[in-house]
C-alpha cells in the first residue's frame, strides 16, 4: 500500500501532444515501473485496476486513459476544448496523487492487469533477425521521441516487406502520426534494415 503522507507533495505539469484529442500530464515521481504500460478505453476496463484511470474517468469529457512510466496521457471527446479543462484536470490529477495517490490496486486482478497492458502493447516476439533489427530500431530512435509525445510504438510483425506497428496513447487516432509512421519511420527503416518496403499501423 503506498503512504500518501510519507511522500514529498507530487506535481504535475501538462505538455501537448502531435494529437488534438490527448494531452499528456506529467508527475514529478513515477506512476508505474519502467517498462509497464496501462491502456484503458473506457471506465469499465479501469474497474477495480486503477483508481487513478477510474478517477480520471469520472470526468465526463475522458475517452480513453495510457498510463505509463510518469506520465498519464488523456484523450478527450469532443464535447470540450482543452482551453476549458486543461488547468483543471491537471489540479484534479495532481490532487488526486497527492491525497488517495494509488494508480494500480495492490489486489488487481491479474487478467485484468494483462489485459491493460496488452492494450498498451509491448513488442511481439521477435522471430528472426529482421524483427530483432526492427525491435532495435523502434527501441533506439523511434520510441523515446513518440514517448515524449505521451504515446507509445511496438512491433507487431515483419512480412512480405511491410512492418506491422501498434500505436497506442497520444499516437492512436492520430492524423500527424500517420504523417511521422509514413514519412519518418518507414523511411528509417527503409535505411537501416534491408528488405523494409512499407511500414502500417495496426488495426484497433
Known amino acids: ?12 505539469y501538462a505538455e501537448s501532444t502531435p494529437n488534438p484529442l490527448t494531452l499528456r500530464f506529467v508527475s514529478s515521481r513515477l506512476l508505474v515501473p519502467d517498462g ?7 471506465m469499465e476496463e479501469a474497474t477495480g485496476v486503477s483508481p487513478l484511470a477510474e478517477k480520471v474517468f469520472n470526468l465526463p469529457f475522458v475517452d480513453g486513459v495510457f498510463i505509463s512510466g510518469n506520465f498519464i496521457t488523456v484523450t478527450r471527446n469532443n464535447a470540450v476544448d482543452w482551453d476549458l479543462v486543461q488547468l483543471e484536470l491537471r489540479e484534479y490529477i495532481q490532487e488526486y496523487l497527492n491525497t488517495d495517490g494509488r494508480v ?23 522471430a528472426s533477425e529482421e524483427d530483432k533489427k526492427i525491435i532495435g530500431v523502434l527501441d533506439e530512435y523511434v520510441a523515446p521521441a513518440v514517448a515524449a509525445d505521451g504515446g507509445h510504438i511496438a512491433f507487431r510483425s ?7 506497428v501498434s500505436l497506442r496513447g497520444s499516437c492512436s487516432g492520430c492524423p500527424s502520426s500517420m504523417v511521422t509512421l509514413k514519412g519518418g519511420i518507414e523511411n528509417l527503416l527503409k535505411q537501416m534494415v534491408p528488405g523494409v518496403r512499407e511500414v502500417i499501423a495496426e488495426e484497433l
Open 36 to 42: 509497464r504500460m496501462l491502456e484503458f478505453r473506457k
Open 104 to 126: 494500480v490496486n495492490d489486489d488487481a486482478p491479474a487478467r485484468a492487469l494483462a489485459d491493460a497492458n496488452e492494450r498498451a502493447v509491448s513488442h511481439a516476439d521477435a
Open 1 to 12: 500500500m503506498e503512504s500518501a503522507t510519507k511522500r514529498p507533495p507530487t506535481t504535475v
Open 158 to 164: 515483419f512480412a512480405d516487406g511491410v512492418v506491422t
